[in-house]
């Protein structure tokens, strides 16, 4: 039997050290240094927390010649000992040593996360590993904060979980271009030179990965109240940029019985929650993060939690950009869809707080997006903040049949594909409104990460898959 069940965690001994008890630590060795005095310091880090745990082997220890010399970056060990406190001003205690057992060599000639400093892009190539390094390490522990924060949010304001599929026959939501998912033989029909036969397909249609849970959450909304969906949704855009990737995790909450306005309280208390979260349970990875990565991490949160959110409709932005005296390499005009510069723009020189643009022109945005009474523009609303620009995107919903109807005519699509949907309508019809947080962004925003392919663990982006 393995010693797991005696085994602690660095993050528990860190928290609240019993000194002078028996405790097993396994973890990989991050570093080691021999004394003159006849010591070996051995920093172990488990991935449980920040801080490394020291263990010193000394060197009466029976076994050191035969395991110290093969301690290398790396390596994995099981080490017991007793915890005292430490005479070296790093940290509070150590691990003084009664046996250390290697688990896993690392040949140090070939171990590729070395002591020195090394690049996002190099580490790229070794998404695998990565997550060894301090850096990867804190950012895989913030994403799971939030992940756990999105939760508790929305479970403690009494919405319900809901899974909405990733295949889709839904073949058009105006989000963005879909993947086809699909089972036939694509090199025997390329050979024969026949258009494919979708009804041989493995669903007997067309079917793609899904860009959004959304119109399957607006169905739960409308039988649930309220709903959020948290999952992974796929883009096939040909976008290389620091914050668009191929497959992404989103977050979209659903609210029946609600407008436009309720919309965007539930985005400003939902973003300003995550930030808390963060500041209280991450206190070392944030203070890394500030060191090593962006050193305004705490502003940005500050920035946040400080301000009510501005409020202006896409018009009153458009004035503010062309007034701003500002060159923007694509220019503004009314009915043109922001760009990342632009919003930064105005989250960050502007008004210096975040902001959310309402009432954009209907020809931008998806054609479930309510109709204002101008007949012109849609109840949307994009979340904007420092650094990122878009964070958020949602609307309240065309909740009028023929409303509904029109919208789609007018954009190319064909209503009969979306019947279940317009049911929903139909049938006990409410004023209902959702959004959509792109988790990564929202990493990326919290930990000051430039390229959103280092805030998710495996990337995968045009031509790019690992
Ligand atoms: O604005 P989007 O496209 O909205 C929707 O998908 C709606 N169905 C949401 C809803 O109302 N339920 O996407 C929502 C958010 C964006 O604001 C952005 O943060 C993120 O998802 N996002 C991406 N993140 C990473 N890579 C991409 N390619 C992204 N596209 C959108
Ligand atoms: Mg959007």
Known sequence: ??????????????ASPRLEAKTVVMGWVRTKRESKAGLAFVEINDGSSFGNLQAVVARDWPGYDAVVPRLY?????????????????????????????????????????GKQKMSYEYLRDYAHLRPRTNTFGALARVRDVLAQAVHEFFHDRKFIWVHTPLITANDAEGAGKAFQVTTLDLAALAKSGKPPDF?????????????????????????????YTFGPTFRAENSHTSRHLAEFWMVEPEMAFADL??????????LKFLCRAVLEKCPREMEFFRERVE???????????????????????????????????????????????????LTEKAFKAPVILTDYPKDIKAFYMKVNDDGKTVRAMDVLVPHIGEIIGGAQREDRVEVLEARMREMGLDPAHLDWYFDLRRFGGVPHAGFGLGFERLVQFVSGMANIRDVIPFPRTPGGIR
């Open 1 to 14: 039997m393995s010693q797991r069940q005696n085994r602690l965690k660095i993050a528990e001994i860190l």
């Open 73 to 113: 970056p790396g390596t994995s060990v099981s080490v017991r000992g007793r915890l005292v406190a430490s005479q070296g001003g790093k940290q509070a205690v150590e691990l003084q040593v009664d046996a250390l057992e290697i688990l896993g060599e690392a040949d140090p000639a070939r171990y590729p996360i």
């Open 199 to 227: 009804a041989l397909d493995f669903f007997g249609k067309p079917v793609n990965l899904t860009v959004s849970g959304q119109l399957e959450g607006e169905a739960y909304a409308l039988s649930l109240g309220d709903v």
């Open 261 to 270: 306005e309720d919309d965007m309280e539930l985005a400003e208390s939902f």
């Open 295 to 345: 050193p305004t991490v705490f502003e940005r949160l500050e920035g946040i939690l400080a301000h009510p959110f501005v409020h202006l409709t896409y018009t009153e932005a458009v004035e503010r950009l062309k007034a701003g005296g500002e060159t923007f390499q694509f220019p503004v005009e009314w009915g043109v869809d922001l760009q990342s510069e632009h919003e930064r723009w």
